[in-house]
């Protein structure tokens, strides 16, 4: 399943591989001089465009240096061209990881900040890169580091099978179409699935197992590989380049375009290239004024805000489908909204041999757990130990309930205290290891990535484990049967309902080898049908991987009839533990979570379902 759909084409990717079909066969016949550097020019920017539109789509991250980027990878490949007369292959290997080690270098900032400071960062950046090109100028032929002399620059080594002009520009769109295919793997392999994560939420991401850093370093440092080899290609086509190509507002424009184009699709990624540079060529072909294509852009812009998500090559491939009227809607039993009633939890019996747990023995300990912030105090000295399969935590709004949660999967740094799970101690280790350590959670709003299918969704949590792909898939339809989603697996997380949403949450927890699972209010907005639904679920964990579980909820017939012991925190206190329907029953419970003064718990039993 998984090994077919690596392969699959999408609608925009055979769009792009016919546009470069054209390109390849087609455009080097009938273009003449000038048009054939235009076209190779614009596949050289398809590359910085193609960095630019992979970081916003994948991560929701803004690039602004990719132009600057470019600059250093022509620097680089006409200085070794110049001064070791190398074959142009190595010129452009070492282009590329130089400009790789600048874009690791930019992913620091991007560890700390996103949005408008990370794009400030990334286009004053690419400033300085302008102005060190202007100061220094580009290598042509002179001699010491720099190699700038005045007069006419050396002959520039080219590929021996690309000679001419027209060879040169078949050689590049062999070139790009590989680097546009080594990032579609990205996205359907591992890192593709990691950087949906972080894009829907990093924390989410790090519950996952996702180790955070790296993964954004490696989108850094890839989106300067594919710079670098654009800059290096483009010197390849001149022989000698400008300061003036690689100003930091060109870096501006090609975001933007690509934004325009349609960062989410290769085929955008062309359009954004094209409109870059063939757009203004053929202004002033037909006697206008090439900046006519700034406002243009501007137009394009606020249509792709306005009305186009997706960009132009978005709409035009729905234009497509709808010209062929291609049949979009799923078989009668995926097309429907999944209810609780429409797929029973399995009975335990029926569970796989495998999947049972051979260790029933569980110890959850949380010792002197303290949590300040600022002056308040959130969590003041919570000591608890858990050994039942499913275990509670519940109290009113603000009484640390998620903040202990928190602490738990590593998210907060408590002022004191330790975490110990079976005689693991978790206290020490950052979010992503404990995640790989076993320990799993959902949030409070349902975290699926609206990118990925249901079963990538749930193939993304086991990741990082050590098993083999045939295993990890096996891992994965087993999950989706215990859920009951195994006929929606390759439906797209945005085209999940909340309930689904929800299941797959439960799904992501439950695949691989989980020693602990905590979900956090897993019952709120949903129906009683769906409640019930996912309490059979959380019951039937245990037996299917051997977990314990940790629920925080509000819903206290849900906590009575699923949890055999309960923690009430109240103010960041601990204000009983034990048997659930004993804690349901004490006084101090009663008047702090159920609303009842101490008078009023004298007259008698108060209903825990209320």
């Known amino acids: 399943m998984m090994s077919l759909r690596l392969f699959k084409p999408t609608p925009s990717g055979t769009a792009g591989l016919i546009f470069a079909a054209i390109a390849f066969f087609v455009v080097p016949l009938v273009a003449g001089g000038q048009w054939l550097n235009v076209f190779t020019s614009m596949a050289c920017f398809a590359l910085a465009a193609t960095g630019c539109a992979f970081m916003y789509a994948r991560l929701g991250m803004v690039s602004l240096t990719q132009v600057g980027l470019m600059g250093v990878g022509g620097w680089v490949t006409l200085r070794l061209n110049y001064l070791f007369d190398l074959p142009f292959e190595l010129n452009l290997i070492a282009a590329m990881l130089v400009t790789a080690l600048f874009g690791l270098v930019l992913a620091l900032p991007a560890l700390r900040m996103r949005g408008l400071y990370l794009a400030l960062v990334t286009l004053m950046a690419a400033a300085g890169f302008e102005i060190l090109f202007a100061t220094f100028q580009f290598p042509n032929g002179g001699e010491s580091f720099w190699g ?45 699935r990691a950087w949906a994560l972080i894009r829907r939420s990093e924390a989410a991401a790090m519950a996952s197992g996702v180790n955070v850093t790296f993964y954004k370093a490696w989108a850094f440092g890839l989106a300067g590989l594919l710079a670098g080899l654009g800059g290096g290609l483009l010197a390849g086509s001149l022989g000698l380049l400008d300061s003036g190509t690689f100003k930091a507002s060109e870096s501006v424009m090609i975001f933007a375009l690509a934004v325009v184009g349609g960062a989410q699709s290769w085929l955008g990624v062309m359009v954004a290239a094209a409109l870059f540079r063939v757009l203004p060529a053929a202004l002033n072909n037909v006697g206008l004024d090439a ?87 959130a969590l003041n000295d919570v000591t608890v130990t858990f050994n039942s399969p499913v275990s509670g935590i519940i109290g009113p709004n603000g009484a640390g309930k998620t903040t202990l949660m928190n602490v738990m999967s590593g998210f907060i740094e408590p002022v004191d205290g330790t975490v110990r799970a079976n005689e693991n101690q978790l206290t020490s280790l950052p979010p992503f290891q404990r995640s790989r350590w076993g320990l799993r959670r959902s949030f409070q709003k349902e975290e699926v990535a609206d990118d990925l299918t249901v079963s990538e969704n749930i193939l993304a949590q086991i990741d990082p484990d050590t098993m083999s792909a045939t295993e990890k898939q096996a891992q994965v339809f087993r999950a989706l049967e215990f859920v009951g989603l195994a006929h929606r697996r390759d439906v797209l997380g945005k085209d999940l309902n909340t309930f689904e949403r929800r299941l797959t949450d439960i799904a992501k927890c439950v695949a691989g080898t989980p020693r602990l699972i905590m979900f956090d209010e897993p019952a709120g907005g949903m129906s009683v049908a769906e409640t019930n639904r996912l309490g059979d679920l959380i019951l039937l964990i245990h037996d299917f991987c051997g977990a314990q579980v940790l629920v925080i909820d509000h819903d206290v017939e849900l906590i009575t009839r699923i949890c055999e012991e309960t923690l009430v925190l109240d103010f ?39």
């Open 291 to 377: 900046d006519l294509s700034f406002v243009i852009f501007g137009a394009g812009l606020l249509h792709a805000v306005i009305s186009a998500p997706e960009g132009l090559a978005g709409q035009f491939i729905q234009f497509i489908k709808s010209v062929f009227k291609r049949d979009q809607a799923a078989p009668p039993d995926q097309a429907q909204d999944l209810s609780p009633q429409q797929s029973a939890p399995p009975a335990a019996a029926s569970l796989p041999k495998e999947a049972k747990s051979t260790n029933a023995a569980h110890r959850l300990e949380i010792a002197g757990i303290t949590v300040k912030f600022g002056g308040v105090v």
């Open 572 to 610: 960041g206190v601990k204000i009983a533990f034990g048997s659930t329907r004993d804690v349901l029953a004490d006084d101090r419970v009663r008047a702090a979570y159920l609303g009842l003064d101490s008078e009023a718990t004298e007259g008698g039993q108060v209903d825990a379902g209320n």
């Open 148 to 192: 700038v002399q005045t007069g006419t620059s050396t002959d520039f080594r080219r590929p021996a099978l690309a000679s001419s002009d027209a060879a040169y520009l078949r050689y590049l769109v062999a070139v790009v179409t590989a680097a546009f295919l080594l990032i579609e793997l990205h996205r359907r392999m591992a890192p593709g």
